[in-house]
């Protein structure tokens, strides 16, 4: 079956065409030209959509609607080839029901934003398509990635930006990587012979840390009861009395403490661990210290909000996603290590038809053996193209900006009726707060307040994405009922786009 498809650059009917038509067949340039030209006329129009705030964040259907199909738009795969006309229909749909996460009123994940020029990285990344396991396949990538993860060691302030380090498939990843050094560290016979070789090993990190330390322990066969959670005070940050007293009771239990880690960002308070007080047990205690930076790694390019960070110099290896606080199109994190070598000495195993010891350029820029991955995806590129075209500096500007609005936020509900906040001061751009409609105003505390109020956030939420309008994250926290979760990393979100959030859940939750 053949289709017409119309190209609204060349405004003419071209011909008949199919996926057989296009490159590398026979004469195929012409039509390759024209259907990707449809292509960008499809994402460009999304992405002016996408700024435009007359348009909604979403179009939600429910995934049973989506698999039935929409009109024109189908999920299920098919035996015979579809028109090229259709494949671009595709194309189109697959955006239109999806989430426009660069929307200036998306709020609803630690990553968001559209960069532009982080877009125009990853389509050239795609373009090249190709793999970052050896400097063979990858000079370039390679080269850039080398010369970023120095200048970020830099940031972290060891001395001459000294050091190893890999970009990995997210922050749950990297944080992975430096359980599995930290482990090779102490014991590396480990990775012969397996867990045996060592006596049961202990990690510790907060209860308010991100969920892949405890996913880590139970993949890396340490076993969540051996992740031992850490007391926080009411602003989400780690006692470091808690972590002395636990590794203490650790060991005399018999149990050997091995790895600690400090959250510079916790995922939902925000919270910045106090780095020089965990460092100091580590040191004493001859500990791994890890730093999870991989939401708030972004404030060490601020010089007005780095001192968050202090101490970070002094962890053993640090987790830093650009693709969250820095705007970087997903997906973007990078583990960075203190000790030269380790990573290679903890994964590599030396396959003989990719690392060849013999090839004629200096084989160590043949990086991908350091990694558990064998392919491994260009992510450098739209980072390091965003770096370029910014500058140190506009990175900085973008992070005082997104802290500035949150304080914005926050200075406007802290005191405004019908809001509590679950607790003050935000120390990064996460500001949680409850909002209390009119009907729980002074219903006294207790439990039937407690269960009403736990369903105000979900309830509200719904109705937000019904309409389409924004999106902003709510959950629960310890005893503490559903709460919503304002983060800002979004470089076109405005003050009018923080007030329209406010007037929305005050608008959808008024008569809850
Ligand atoms: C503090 C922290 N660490 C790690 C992660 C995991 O990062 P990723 O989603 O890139 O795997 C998150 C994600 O939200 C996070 O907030």
Redesign the pocket.
Known sequence: MHFCFKSSNSNKLTNCRLVLDLLPAKNGEEPTIQFLLEVVDILTNYVKKTFDRSTKVLDFHHPHQLLEGMEGFNLELSDQPESLEQILVDCRDTLKYGVRTGHPRFFN???SGLDIIGLAGEWLTSTANTNMFTYEIAPVFVLMEQLTLKKMREMIGWPGGEGDGLFS???????MYSVMIARYKYFPEVKTKGMSAAPRLVLFTSEH??Y?IKKAGAALGFGTENVILLSTDERGRVIPADLEAKIIDAKQKGYMPLFVNA?????VYGAFDPINEIADICEKYNLWLHV?????GGLLMSRQHRHKLSGVERANSV?W?P??MMGVP??C?AILVREKGILAGCNSMCAGYLFQPDKQYDVTYDTGDKAIQCGRHVDIFKFWLMWKAKGTIGFEQHIDKCLDLSQYLYNKIKNREGYEMVFDGPQHTNVCFWYIPPSLRGMPDGDERREKLHRVAPKIKAMMMESGTTMVGYQPQGTKVNFFRMVVSNSAATQSDIDFLIDEIERLGHDL
Do not use: E, F, R, V
């Open positions: 994940q630690l990553s498939p997210g922050g749950a990843i990297s944080n840390s991100h892949s959250t510079a960002g916790s995922t999870d930076g991989a939401w708030g987790t996603n693709h969250k997903l997906q994190s």
